[in-house]
């Protein structure tokens, strides 16, 4: 079983996107609601509460964890992995990978919470690959709340885009990283405002591909005994959690609190 979290509904882009690439596998999500957000906390706090949701879903027989969350990926992957025995999948190599192929200019965005832009692993990971690039980083603590809330397309939302994004606009980039599995949910105002030349690169779906490719290097990992099953827990709700969630699936959804 796939075990995916996040600090609240953001993470199911990704698990959405696995469900979509790996349909084959049954796979469990935790999403934090009562802690979230992530990206204001100092990383001490942000490793302690990963820490936690890997045992809840190891507890649930997961046996591959992808950290559905650019905040925690930041800072806790390097303690995850030292800790835990199962392979930690984290959503910051596949996106920059990504950025890094489809950029013709070598001008490349960056938007993600205060925890992933201070961390610095963005411009650390394209700049190992590609020194001469430049990365420009703009963290926007106000977007994940807004789409906690599913502000997803309201005047408000769209006014705090222009002011996050306006910085950006100067630099000629040719590709923005979404940092956050959060903001794949803000994709349309988001390409309205950076203009439609600039590629938008969602960590979501770039994550179950690598995933996917991972799996097929090394499929005795993640069992497929039995039948498929796809299970969302939480450790609260919300009045627009679940709304949210199904506007993501385009489907009822059913979350456990635990
Ligand atoms: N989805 C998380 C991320 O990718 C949101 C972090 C937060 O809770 O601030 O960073």
Redesign the pocket.
Known sequence: MIGIF???I??MTVAHAVEQLLPEYSLIYYGDIAR????PKSPKTIINYSIRNTEFLLNKGAELIIIA???ASSVATETLRKHFQVPIIEVITPAAKCAIESSRNGQIGII??RA?VKSGIYPKTIGLRCPEFKVHQTACPLL?PLVEEGWLNKRETKMILRRYLHPLKDKQIDTLVLG???YPLLKKPIQARIGKRVKLIDSSTQTAQYVKEFLVRNPEIVSRQGRVTHRYYASDTTETALKVAEHIFSRPMELIIE
């Open positions: 996040d600090s609240g953001g993470g979230t957000p992530y990206g969350c650019n905040s993600g919470t992933t994940v956050c599995t959060h």
